[in-house]
């Protein structure tokens, strides 16, 4: 499986961004697909995840201010973030699974304050 990030970027306090990911050369089913980042000097942590039924869920620190959102069937997952802060700075990854975790080539996000 081959994950394509994008939309990543460098925004002041309070911006948004959108961040889109589309997966390609399954051979297996994928049955979750989601969001991780990795701050400097920090363990990768979950973002979001979102499976083929619609449900979502979402670290403490991004509820109400991320949305996740996609197709699983199509491959497809997108973050919404809004209310960007500078504690979000970080390396994003796009996360596929089928049996196993698919990781994408991350993606900058960088908050300024």
């Known amino acids: 499986v081959q994950l394509q990030a994008s939309g990543g970027g460098l925004v002041q306090a309070g911006g948004s961004l959108r961040l889109s990911c589309s997966a390609s050369?399954?051979?297996?089913?994928?049955?979750?697909m989601g969001w991780y980042r990795q701050a400097p000097g920090k363990e990768r942590e979950l973002v979001a995840v979102?499976?083929?039924?619609?449900?979502?869920k979402y670290s403490d620190s991004v509820k109400g201010r991320f949305t996740i959102s996609g197709d699983i069937a199509k491959h497809t997952v997108y973050l919404q973030m809004n209310n960007l802060k500078p504690e979000d700075t970080a390396v994003y990854y796009c996360?596929?699974?089928?049996?196993?975790?698919?990781w994408g080539q991350g993606t900058q996000v960088t908050v300024s304050s």
């Open positions: 050369g399954a051979e297996f089913t994928i049955n979750g």
């Open positions: 979102l499976s083929p039924e619609g449900n979502t």
């Open positions: 996360l596929a699974q089928d049996f196993r975790s698919h």
